[in-house]
């Protein structure tokens, strides 16, 4: 069994960063071969796309909404994800998730929930003067 905690979230004013985390721990494996994306969930509203990063490195993907303020990116040796957010906005606010797939093409980083199959508990972002 593979688990997923995030954290990093809290409050922050419009314009500012965030970098959220998620450890990955569990059942003996190479976390560079781990796939991992990030999605988000606002009151009221169905969970949504974030951002993604392949298997071993090989792409990344984000959301129109985000790119060019948030990047994904990881730290093998800590078995840790990063989501970076700048330039936050306050329709950024939301609860936000980190997923892992251990299967599946290392050149890809999908945006549907379904490619994933570990999901963490998620952390509140919240984005307000």
């Known amino acids: 069994q593979v688990q997923l905690a995030e954290s990093g979230g809290g409050l922050v004013q419009p314009g500012g960063s965030l970098r959220l985390s998620c450890t990955v721990s569990?059942?003996?494996?190479?976390?560079?071969?781990?796939?991992l994306g990030w999605f988000r969930q606002a009151p009221g509203k169905e969970r949504e796309f974030v951002a993604a990063l392949s298997r071993r490195d090989h792409s990344t993907n984000y959301a129109d909404s985000v790119k060019g303020r948030f990047t994904v990116s990881r730290d093998n040796a800590k078995n840790t994800a990063y989501l970076q957010m700048s330039s936050l906005k306050p329709e950024d606010t939301a609860v936000y998730y980190c997923?892992?797939?251990?299967?599946?093409?290392?050149?890809?980083?999908?945006?549907?929930?379904?490619?994933?199959?570990?999901w963490g508990q998620g952390t509140q972002v919240t984005v307000s003067s």
């Open positions: 997923a892992a797939r251990m299967t599946g093409s290392e050149f890809t980083a999908p945006r549907d929930q379904d490619a994933y199959t570990y």
């Open positions: 569990g059942r003996s494996f190479n976390s560079f071969a781990v796939g």
